[in-house]
């Protein structure tokens, strides 16, 4: 079936029981495959997630010359070789690279290997304007040529390195893409380049981690400064993992916590968990945590209180946990409150969840949720990625037979995951398009 012709079909009421292993994480892996772009040798990455978007940068990166072999390993994820001593263009301006948003670390990779990059304006979810101002004018401060929001023409940028210098750049809005971005383009400027109000988020760390396996001089990533000091090779030949997926481990969270279930979540670092942990324990939930295990499930006696969220760069609450942290929402008692910080417009998936009998009300970037019994399944749409993830814990969770179109978006960012919920006894399955909606997605 085509990208756009497939719909989850989800009966629910089944309490969700078993365990579940975790994948590589998708926020991590693409920013680690365009800084791979970027070594003189070769590099192995394993616990590589087999979702869409990996394959979309994969796509993109061959584009450009580099060689991939891609092999399933027996713990059902990728190992991915990477070869790109042949890369032959500093030009990403392909079909695929408007189709994703973190095509537009190519910028930073490129401007490091080749002292030029031209791009393709970035895609992803759309609940926003989703600019990449913060990028260009720390490249502007590196000493970048045309790296000026204004002079995007006809949705292509070109930039020059000139060659690219340390700077000091302050990011007046803490952006994961920006931090990545500059760390890529400063691990072969000439100089230091220090980051100050930098991302702090665990993906962030496991790219720093990962360049200075290539041989990059990367200092302070997980807090609030990083220090980067370039250096003139970067020899790679070696193997790299990749860390478990954040917001995938909080989604089965979620899931299993909406159909009042017993989920074990192996493959985690519980304490990337522990903003969703701490207020799922505030609800009224039991949360166990082992070394790489968390465990999801509820006194009988308990009764489930909601409470308040407000979404903050880590170690905050995700914004990428928002849309199904409000399904959690809907079925607990009393009125709860999503404050919904990052993004200026990360709700349009409430007229979906309404279908279903959500009693929602937004006000700005306020969404107000009064508590209420149950979903009821109905014909609804994956608006984007996390959106659909949400849909599917409501569906798991409501009475009745769900429908959820578009649902190619969720196989974005998660791996398998029809497979995996089948495991824990979901009734889940994938029909043709059951929607009467004309794909609205520019
Ligand atoms: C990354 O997007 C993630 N995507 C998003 O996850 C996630 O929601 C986001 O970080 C926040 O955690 C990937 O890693 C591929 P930002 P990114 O730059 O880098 C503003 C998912 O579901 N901003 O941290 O695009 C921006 O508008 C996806 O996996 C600027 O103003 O996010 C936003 O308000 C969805 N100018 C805030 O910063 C810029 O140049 C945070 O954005 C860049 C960002």
């Given at each position: 079936m085509d990208e756009s012709s497939y719909s989850y079909k989800i009966t629910g009421g089944v309490p969700l029981k078993g365990d579940i292993n975790i994948s590589g994480s998708k926020n991590a892996v693409l920013g680690i495959l365009a800084a791979a772009m970027m070594i003189d040798g070769t590099c192995t990455l394993e616990n590589v997630?087999?979702?869409?978007?990996?394959?979309?940068?994969?796509?993109?990166?061959?584009?450009?010359?580099?060689?991939?072999?891609?092999?399933?390993?027996?713990?059902?994820?990728?190992?991915?070789?990477?070869?790109?001593?042949?890369?032959?263009?500093?030009?990403?301006?392909?079909?695929?690279?408007?189709?994703?948003?973190?095509?537009?670390?190519?910028?930073?990779?490129?401007?490091?290997?080749?002292?030029?990059?031209?791009?393709?304006?970035?895609?992803?979810?759309?609940?926003?304007?989703?600019?990449?101002?913060?990028?260009?004018?720390?490249?502007?401060?590196?000493?970048?040529?045309?790296?000026?929001?204004?002079?995007?023409?006809?949705g292509v940028i070109t930039l020059n390195a000139a060659p690219l210098h340390g700077a000091k750049v302050f990011l007046d809005i803490v952006s994961v893409g920006a931090t990545i971005n500059i760390m890529l383009a400063a691990t072969k400027a000439q100089g230091q380049t220090i980051i100050v109000n930098a991302a702090k988020e665990p993906h962030i760390v496991d790219v720093a981690n990962f360049l200075n396996s290539m041989g990059a001089r990367i200092k302070g990533a997980g807090t609030d400064t990083i220090r980067i000091t370039g250096v003139s090779e970067l020899p790679g030949n070696f193997?790299?993992?990749?860390?478990?997926?954040?917001?995938?481990?909080?989604?089965?969270?979620?899931?299993?916590?909406?159909?009042?279930?017993?989920?074990?979540?192996?493959?985690?670092?519980?304490?990337?968990?522990?903003?969703?942990?701490?207020?799922?324990?505030?609800?009224?939930?039991?949360?166990?945590?082992?070394?790489?295990?968390?465990?999801?499930?509820?006194?009988?006696?308990?009764?489930?209180?909601?409470?308040?969220?407000?979404?903050?760069?880590?170690?905050?609450?995700?914004?990428?946990?928002?849309?199904?942290?409000v399904v959690l929402l809907c079925l607990s008692k009393g009125l709860s409150k999503m404050d919904e910080d990052v993004w200026e417009n990360r709700y349009q998936y409430i007229p979906e969840l309404s279908k279903m009998g959500a009693d929602i009300n937004i006000f700005d970037h306020i969404a107000l949720v009064n508590g209420i019994d149950c979903f009821y399944g109905a014909e609804v749409r994956a608006t984007d990625l996390r959106a659909g993830a949400a849909m599917v814990c409501a569906a798991l969770a409501a009475e009745g037979t769900t429908y959820i179109s578009d649902a190619y978006r969720i196989d974005r960012g998660y791996q398998k995951i029809v497979e995996k919920l089948r495991a824990l006894g979901a009734q889940i399955e994938v029909v043709e398009d059951t929607s009467s909606f004309v794909d609205s997605e520019a």
């Open positions: 997630p087999d979702i869409a978007d990996v394959r979309v940068m994969i796509e993109i990166c061959q584009s450009l010359g580099a060689k991939f072999e891609v092999n399933e390993s027996s713990e059902d994820t990728l190992t991915v070789f990477i070869d790109p001593r042949d890369i032959n263009t500093y030009e990403a301006t392909g079909p695929g690279v408007s189709r994703i948003r973190a095509s537009y670390y190519l910028l930073g990779a490129l401007l490091s290997r080749c002292g030029k990059a031209t791009l393709r304006m970035p895609g992803g979810c759309d609940f926003g304007q989703r600019p990449i101002d913060l990028h260009l004018k720390a490249f502007k401060l590196m000493g970048a040529k045309g790296a000026d929001p204004r002079k995007v023409n006809g193997t790299y993992s990749i860390i478990p997926d954040q917001i995938e481990a909080g989604t089965y969270m979620v899931a299993a916590a909406t159909t009042g279930g017993d989920v074990t979540i192996h493959n985690v670092i519980p304490t990337h968990m522990d903003p969703l942990s701490s207020k799922m324990r505030e609800m009224g939930y039991t949360i166990d945590e082992g070394d790489d295990y968390i465990r999801v499930y509820k006194d009988p006696e308990e009764e489930i209180w909601g409470t308040n969220f407000k979404t903050a760069p880590y170690p905050g609450f995700p914004t990428d946990l928002q849309p199904q942290t």
